[in-house]
C-alpha cells in the first residue's frame, strides 16, 4: 500500500470519525453525506472505527444509530516510539 493510499485512508476515518461526533444518534446514509465519502469507503471507515472501539452503535426502533466513544485522528491511531529508543543513543563505537 502506498503512502498516499494510507494517508488517503486515515483522512476517511478522520472525516468519518469527525461526522458521528457532529451528529449523535445519525444512520449510516446520513454519516457518509455528512463526512462526503462513497458508500464503499465510509461503511469500510465506519466499521474498522465500530471494531476499534471509537463508534458505538445501538438499534432504535428499527433503525442504527451510532454515537461516538472517542475521537480518531489521523495522528493518534499508532503510538510512536521515542527518538532515542529507535535510534543508536549512547553506543559511539563502545561495546
Wanted: glycine share 8%.
Amino acid at each position: 500500500m502506498s503512502t498516499e493510499c494510507r494517508r488517503d485512508s486515515r483522512l476517511v476515518l478522520e472525516r468519518v470519525s469527525r461526522a458521528v461526533e457532529a451528529n449523535p444518534g445519525a444512520d449510516e446514509r446520513t454519516i457518509r453525506r455528512r463526512a462526503g465519502v462513497n458508500r464503499r469507503s465510509g461503511d469500510d471507515a465506519l466499521s474498522l472505527l465500530l471494531r476499534a472501539g471509537f463508534v458505538e452503535r445501538c438499534q432504535v426502533n428499527a433503525e442504527w444509530q451510532h454515537r461516538s466513544v472517542k475521537q480518531h485522528r489521523a495522528g493518534n491511531h499508532a503510538p510512536r516510539a521515542a527518538f532515542d529508543a529507535t535510534h543508536s543513543t549512547g553506543q559511539r563505537g563502545q561495546g
